[in-house]
């Protein structure tokens, strides 16, 4: 289950955020979940020995886990998370919503 959470930040901090999100290839969700599953694991976490596995369950960036796993590029990475017989992580909420209002915008137009 995902729950929407607000948090009171500077903007400075969200924009800076933002903008590193942006040039790695994640989200400011996935930061703020990959730091407070860090900071709160109560005992070895099986993901984080595996790069695959926590980017199939969302908690690691694309580009991540490209670079941990040593791959050329993100199809490379496709071809392991079949090979291992893993699920596509889901897009964050807002990424979905985004869509659909594209998508809405489109048909709209044809």
Known sequence: MLRNT?????DDLVARTKSYAAAHGTT????????????TMDGADTTADDPLL???R?????NEAIRRLGMRDYAELLVALGDADLPMPLPPP???EN?????????RQS
């Open 6 to 10: 607000t948090f009171n930040l500077p």
């Open 94 to 96: 807002h990424d979905i």
């Open 28 to 39: 400011m969700t996935a930061i703020v979940r990959e730091h407070l599953e860090a900071v």
């Open 58 to 62: 969302g908690r690691m960036a694309r």
């Open 54 to 56: 926590a980017f199939s």
């Open 99 to 107: 869509q659909a209002v594209t998508f809405a915008r489109l048909w």
